[in-house]
């Protein structure tokens, strides 16, 4: 039996994780501060006996026991608002947290895989995005406590298995969407949706004329379990490459959920990017992998989803 050990898997893509890395047969414990992870994302796994929780902030030293095969780094504020709230600790734990992290997986021989991002890319002047371009990044931004930390993450990663060599993986993660995300997280998903659902107007910054990729969680599981099992020690771009306007995707959402909700514009945020679409090229070539679920259906099951929330909590705001 082998166990994987996933930060950050209270989460929103963590908790996902999780639990396909059960169904998988694999033993987890799932390790999360609960910052902006969530217990009642996990609250149908804490019965199986192959699951167990830690609740730790990975940004300090942790020490297990028993043996750990894998490792899969995804604790970290993903969300602007989050991020932008804490940029001490998303910086944190984009560094220590990812030393601390293959440290351990050092010690036990695991396989180590580091969730990245799109946001490795910036602003780009490449587009689509491929594994290849280095991006457009302001360090000193606002937006720069997320970006520079996955990219440091990325480079401390390649470090550990050169010097090392530690068997590791990077999964640059494009936007990603489905049930357990938090609907006033501030990415545009849950935003759209939660607006909608409650009849408010929706908020598109700048003219809307922005672009983004929209892959559904479970795609983006299947694609990171074939990463994790392969071979490929760069990094590779999981997400899906149908691109469309924030415009266009408000108004998708405002007509498969029915709502009034009329469109307010507001002033583009710093910084943010005009394009974001994956160059999935390497993932179909070494992974045989691509996005299966159509944005329709993946929007409804995410719909359903919130509809069938009575509140959302949201995370505690610590101090820094």
Same mark, same amino acid.
């Given at each position: 039996?082998? !166990? ?31 910052? !902006? ?52 600790? !998303? ?84 936007? !990603? ?144």
């Amino acid at each position: 039996m082998t !166990t994987a050990l996933v930060t950050g898997g209270a989460g929103f893509l963590g908790s996902h994780l999780c639990e396909r890395i059960l169904a998988e047969g694999r033993d987890v414990i799932c390790v999360d501060n609960l910052l !902006t992870g969530r217990k009642v994302n996990i609250a149908h796994l804490e019965g199986e006996n192959r699951f167990r929780f830690v609740q730790h902030d990975i940004s300090l030293p942790l020490e297990i026991s028993e043996k750990v095969d894998y490792v899969l780094h995804f604790a970290s504020p993903a969300s602007p608002i989050d991020y932008l709230e804490l940029p001490i600790q !998303t910086l944190k734990v984009g560094s220590l947290g990812t030393h601390n992290t293959l440290g351990l997986a050092k010690a036990h021989g695991a396989t180590y895989l580091l969730a990245s991002t799109s946001e490795v890319y910036g602003d780009p002047l490449v587009h689509p995005q491929p594994e290849s371009y280095w991006g457009n990044v302001n360090p000193v931004g606002p937006r720069g406590v997320y970006d520079e930390a996955k990219r440091f993450g990325e480079a401390m990663v390649m470090a550990y298995h050169r010097v090392h060599g530690l068997e590791t993986r990077i999964v640059r993660i494009f936007n !990603t969407y489905g049930p357990r995300m938090r609907p006033r997280d501030g990415r545009v998903v849950p935003a759209f949706i939660d607006q909608c659902l409650r009849n408010e107007p929706l908020t598109v910054f700048g003219t809307g004329s922005q672009t983004r990729s929209f892959c559904y969680v479970d795609d983006l599981v299947e694609g990171i379990w074939r990463l994790l099992n392969s071979a490929e020690r760069e990094p590779v771009n999981i997400g899906n490459p149908s691109e469309l306007t924030i415009l266009e995707f408000a108004e998708r959402i405002a007509e498969l959920t029915g709502s009034s909700s009329q469109i307010e514009f507001k002033q583009l945020p710093i910084d943010d990017p005009k394009t974001r679409q994956p160059d999935i090229s390497r993932a179909r070539k070494i992974l045989g992998w691509e996005p299966q679920v159509p944005l329709e259906e993946g929007l409804r099951k995410t719909i359903d989803y919130f509809r069938g929330l009575s509140e959302d909590s949201g995370p505690a705001s610590p101090a820094v």
